[in-house]
């Protein structure tokens, strides 16, 4: 499956984006998403994860309560509706996929990884 991540770029304290990830194949129900971020000079950190179903989520603590994380697997999307933004948000946002019934914490339980999209959050 191929991903592409989208929708970032500069907002201001307190501001909204959403992310999205689309992916590639007929099988992307049979695959659990995650989102992670990296900002520069720091290593990949867990952001939010979904079931196969888009039943069962998963956030961060950092995240938890401002961030949504959604699948439409009809339309073979993963979104991420992130409020209530702040400066420690900005980082380059990844989506990724794994071929289990649920998603992980660890980047490298995922199998296949988007491009990445730049979050930058003005304060």
């Known amino acids: 499956v191929q991903l592409q991540a989208s929708g970032g770029g500069l907002v201001q304290a307190g501001g909204s984006l959403r992310l999205s990830c689309a992916a590639s194949g007929r099988t992307f129900s049979s695959y659990a998403v995650g989102w992670f971020r990296q900002a520069p000079g720091k290593e990949r950190e867990f952001v939010a994860t979904i079931d196969l179903s888009g039943t069962s989520r998963y956030y961060a603590d950092s995240v938890k309560g401002r961030f949504t994380i959604s699948r439409d697997n009809a339309k073979n999307t993963v979104n991420l509706q992130m409020n209530s933004l702040n400066a420690g948000d900005t980082a380059v946002y990844y989506c990724?996929?794994?071929?289990?019934?649920?998603?992980?914490?660890?980047?490298?339980?995922?199998?296949?990884w988007g491009q990445g999209t730049l979050v930058t959050v003005s304060s």
């Open positions: 990724a996929a794994r071929r289990m019934s649920v998603g992980a914490v660890i980047p490298g339980l995922y199998d296949y």
